[in-house]
């Protein structure tokens, strides 16, 4: 691609950050260029986080019908999966995944609900009170 035809469309990280691309330039040498983005890839950004924004959506609904605990949606939330939560918090994930029953959720004690909300980076009320 050459210099004047690297895409300069706005993207979401367009405030944030730029994207370092080769290009060629009026030599026909190669050289790094920075970029805002370009449509394309701000299509698949979107459409990633549409997918992201469901599934918190599906947990918080899924919490608010009683059918989830809270440690469900913050988990999705904070984008993590059951192997990050558990490098976090300390509990195996086979512990993790009960904690996700509102029956298990509602009799943990208020030290490991607390590692959970460092996990989490919510307060203890926060974790215990959500409802969805």
Not at 24 to 32: A, S, V
Request: glycine share 6%; with cysteine; charged share 30%.
């Amino acid at each position: 691609m050459k210099k004047e035809d690297l895409p300069q469309d706005p993207g979401a990280l367009d405030h944030f950050t730029r994207e370092v691309c080769y290009v060629k330039n009026e030599e026909g040498k190669y050289e790094t260029a920075l970029s805002r983005g370009w449509n394309v890839k701000k299509e698949a950004l979107d459409s990633a986080w549409d997918e992201v924004n469901d599934r918190i959506e599906e947990a918080r609904v899924a919490v608010a019908n009683g059918e989830k605990s809270p440690v469900y949606y913050f988990m999705e939330l904070r984008l993590m999966d059951m192997t990050v939560l558990s490098g976090y918090t300390g509990f195996f994930p086979f512990f993790i995944k009960r904690h996700m029953k509102p029956s298990v959720f509602s009799g943990l004690s208020d030290s490991k609900l607390a590692k959970y909300a460092r996990a989490f980076d919510i307060t203890l009320e926060e974790l215990k009170n959500f409802k969805g």
